[in-house]
Structures are given as C-alpha cells and as structure tokens.
C-alpha cells in the first residue's frame, strides 16, 4: 500500500536542537509547526507515531521533564517543534512562570510557525494548560488541530461523543480550529493528521519546497 506523502517526510525527521529561549531558536525562516500538550496527554507517544520512529520524542515516567523547545528537521525548510509538556506539581512557582515566559515568545513572536497541534487525553479534555494554549490560538489567529489522544481507550461510541461534545464546546473558537479522534497505540487518526501537517507544512506529492506568499 502507497505511503501517505506526509508520512514519508516525517519519517526523516531528525534533531537538530534545543532551545530555552526566542533568540537560542533556529533561524526563523521556513515552516514550522509545533507541538503541545500537558503532561501525560501522550503527546511524546504521537509525534513517534506519526513520524514512525520509536524514540524521536522521548518519553519519560516524570510528565513536564522536557524544559525546552525541541527542535527536529524534517529537510532544509519545514520543522517540528516539541513544546514543554510542563510537570507543574513538582515545580516551583518561579520556574513555572519562566517556562511560561518563554513559550509566549516563541508561540507570539515566531514567524515561521504555521500551526499548533494540541494533544488532549480523551478521558479528560480542556484542562487548565489546553484552554491556555485555545487562548492563545486565538489570540494569534493561530490555526490549531486538535488530536483527542488515547481513543483507544474509549469503546468507539464514546470517543466519538467526546469528540462531539469538544467540538461543541469550541464551535466559536475564532481562530482556525479542527479535532479528531487519535491513537498512538493502534494507529488511528495517523491519515488525518497527517493530511492537516501536510497541508499547514505544503507538502504535496512533489515534496518540494514550500511555495511562497510573496
């Protein structure tokens, strides 16, 4: 079976660095989209998914671990971008809002970011740090693509309530917004999101580089 264009450029996807800061980034140029998601929302587990790599992303038994902007390079013009996943229980409060700090830079002020994928447990979606990152899409005019993770488990029926109910609870949402069912452990979804990575990254079936605006 022919693999999805988006699923064969991901699978290149390397580390090229990390960063705490705006100005310790990457050379803000081409596209980047980024991901988050609060701390067991099994956001590491996706990016190895849908990049069919098992350790890309590393996952760790202490949620929020990661303090950086992880960068990994898909080619010479499109990125991914790891956010923090913030363990705020073991953290203090000063540290906290340095992270926080951070993160609003680079989601207000970086140009070549094209879209935030969001990562929601499906047992429990729209806590504290989702509603934060919702704001800030719309604050920014950011389009954001939603994975409802862990549908698998959830009988079918109820995951698809609960994707229903979110996307009635967020239908005035004013920047851009989609959802969807998603699974890293079997693999539901992963077509899906990768048409919306392949679309916010303008990867088609030439895999050549991003056209211009200008």
């Excluded at 073991?90 to 990562?119: F, I, P, S």
């Excluded at 499906?122 to 740090?129: N, Q, S, Y």
């Excluded at 979110?166 to 069912?181: C, F, R, Y």
Aim: with cysteine; net charge neutral.
């Amino acid at each position: 079976m022919p693999q999805h264009p988006m699923e064969i450029v991901l699978h290149q996807a390397r580390f090229l660095q990390s960063a705490q800061r705006l100005d310790q980034c990457p050379a803000d140029e081409g596209l980047e989209v980024a991901f988050a998601g609060r701390s067991n929302a099994g956001k590491s587990s996706a990016i190895n998914r849908l990049t069919s790599q098992r350790t890309l992303a590393r996952t760790s038994k202490t949620p929020g671990r990661t303090q950086l902007l992880n960068f990994f390079e898909l080619d010479e013009h499109r990125r991914l971008v790891d956010l923090p996943g913030y363990g705020y229980a073991k953290v203090a409060k000063t540290k906290r809002n340095e992270w926080q700090q951070h993160l609003d830079h680079y989601l207000a002020e970086r140009q070549a970011l094209v879209g935030l994928v969001l990562m929601m447990d499906i047992r429990h979606p729209l806590k504290d740090f989702d509603l934060l990152m919702l704001e800030w899409s719309a604050q920014a005019e950011m389009p954001i693509h939603i994975l409802m993770t862990k549908a698998d488990k959830l009988k079918f029926g109820a995951a698809k309530n609960t994707l229903m109910k979110v996307k009635s609870q967020l239908s005035k949402h004013p920047a851009p917004l989609s959802l969807q069912l998603f699974s890293a452990t079997n693999g539901t979804g992963c077509d899906e999101a990768w048409d919306k990575l392949g679309e916010w990254l303008e990867v088609g079936s030439d895999l050549g580089r991003p056209t211009s605006d200008v």
